[in-house]
């Protein structure tokens, strides 16, 4: 790929949080780049790091307690690393904009929805407040809520459809790169599904760049076209969906297909990861799957470098050196 298809370029991000009951380190050196209209699913438990991950991308981790360090955080080549405040402000929502897990929470419950899309149009568009008005209401149409709504406040929707209401804030100027939290966790099944045809469909419409954080692997099979598996503040498997789904090579990546219920056997039992993921401020030396990993050995206490298997695909994990390693996937 070349520089002018990458939307994104961020080399070793580190986030740590020095709180009075020690330091957590929340992101260990994260290397991630994204092409133009591409979308990834950012993988992992719980604790994985991937929302702090976000937070970084938009330069929102607050300082303190967070220190972030990052050797490279470049959007659609511009330097948002190194960016004021000033045009921090105008990336933001207009550049690249994020989908919050709860649309409870991300609304202000004292403003018309209207006004909240017409606000974020406002403050990045050259128009009038008229004419932010009149947009909004057309986003509102886009996510599939009549427009004379635009009037109302929070309250007097669903879950479902406050969730719609922030996608037609985050696309309303239509940045170059979205990030989705968890978008659908806090919305029943049915709406879930509703709600990401509608992200699929958009992102097809407005070639809109797509960070997918989530712990639901049928998600990121649905919506995505890479996935990156992240443990412990790293990325410890990237590929393309045929890469890592088919192709499986880290042991934690196994692990999380492994713990997926089977469809075909309802009665099998489901086979979780053993242990818990480890303490942020007290990390394993080496590979920190080590203490949870049935392929683990004395080398893996050593930190582990990257092995690239294709153009595509990478894992960070020594077994992949040792003769007749091979990763063992149930049947799904
Ligand atoms: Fe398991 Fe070792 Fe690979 Fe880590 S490096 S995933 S402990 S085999």
């Known amino acids: 790929m070349s520089e002018k298809d990458i939307v994104l370029d961020l080399q070793n991000l580190k986030v740590r949080f020095e709180t009075e009951d020690g330091v957590v380190y929340a992101v260990n050196g994260m290397d991630l780049k994204l092409e133009k209209g591409k979308a990834i699913g950012l993988v992992g438990e719980t604790g994985a790091g991937k929302t702090t991950t976000a937070l970084a991308l938009l330069r929102l981790v607050p300082d303190p307690p967070g220190v972030v360090e990052c050797d490279k955080l470049e959007l659609n080549g511009q330097d948002v690393l190194n960016m004021g405040i000033h045009d921090l402000e105008k990336v933001r929502g207009k550049d690249i904009s994020m989908i919050f897990q709860d649309p409870m929470t991300a609304l202000n419950p004292v403003f018309t929805v209207g006004d909240q899309i017409a606000e974020s149009i406002f403050l990045h568009e050259n128009c009038t407040y008229a004419e932010a008005q009149q947009r909004a209401v057309e986003m509102l149409e886009l996510v599939g809520i009549p427009g004379e709504r635009a009037t109302e406040y929070p309250h007097q929707f669903s879950g479902g459809m406050k969730q719609r209401v922030v996608i037609a804030i985050a696309l309303a100027c239509h940045p170059q790169l979205l990030i989705a939290d968890e978008p659908t966790t806090a919305l029943d099944v049915t709406i879930q599904a509703q709600v990401l045809d509608l992200m699929k469909n958009l992102r097809k419409q407005y070639q809109t760049?797509?960070?997918?954080?989530?712990?639901?692997?049928?998600?990121?099979?649905?919506?995505?076209?890479?996935?990156?598996?992240?443990?412990?503040?790293?990325?410890?498997?990237?590929?393309?969906?045929?890469?890592?789904?088919?192709?499986?090579?880290?042991?934690?990546?196994?692990?999380?297909?492994?713990?997926?219920?089977n469809i075909n056997d309802r009665k099998a039992m489901l086979t979780p990861i053993k242990g818990l993921m480890p303490d942020p401020t007290n990390l394993p030396e080496g590979c920190p799957f080590h203490p949870r990993c049935p392929y683990a050995n004395e080398d893996c206490k050593k930190p582990q470098v990257v092995r690239n298997i294709s153009d595509t695909h990478y894992v960070r994990c020594g077994a992949y050196d040792r003769p007749g390693f091979h990763i063992e996937r149930k049947e799904r």
Do not use: R
């Open 209 to 261: 760049s797509l960070i997918m954080i989530t712990h639901d692997l049928g998600i990121v099979a649905d919506i995505c076209d890479e996935v990156a598996v992240m443990y412990a503040g790293t990325i410890v498997e990237k590929g393309t969906l045929e890469d890592v789904f088919n192709h499986t090579k880290h042991p934690y990546t196994e692990g999380l297909f492994n713990s997926l219920p």
